[in-house]
């Protein structure tokens, strides 16, 4: 699998009050949600699109994409947000940009 990683200077970033966004594991987030105020926002496409864009990568045949997609299960966590991930890289860029300025004037 692929491996997430955040440096330590992202602790150090909440600390002194600045927004720290951070691509992870579903497993890592509830550690994180009990060392820090988190919002969780799940990114999510249908599966068929899901399936072409994991095709399109190259890296996973057809079986393995099959694992792969039906290893889905429902979040062990809280989630605060959604964002459908259907139309280009840009919208889902711009929804996730507005959530982001919402909850800063929040």
Do not use: K
């Not at 926002?41 to 190259?58: F, N, P, Q, S």
């Not at 459908?84 to 860029?93: Q, Y």
């Amino acid at each position: 699998g692929l491996a997430y990683a955040r440096p330590g200077s992202g602790a150090l970033d909440r600390r002194h009050g600045r927004q720290v966004g951070a691509n992870v594991s579903r497993s890592a987030i509830a550690a994180l949600c009990a060392r820090f105020t988190c919002c969780v926002v799940m990114i999510e496409a249908g599966e068929a699109l899901r399936r072409a864009r994991i095709a399109a990568r190259g890296r996973e045949g057809g079986t393995a994409i099959d694992a792969r997609l039906s290893r889905s299960v429902p979040p062990p966590f809280r989630l605060d947000a959604c964002i459908r991930n259907e139309g280009t890289l840009a919208e889902a860029g711009d929804a996730l940009v507005t959530l982001i300025m919402e909850g800063r004037r929040a």
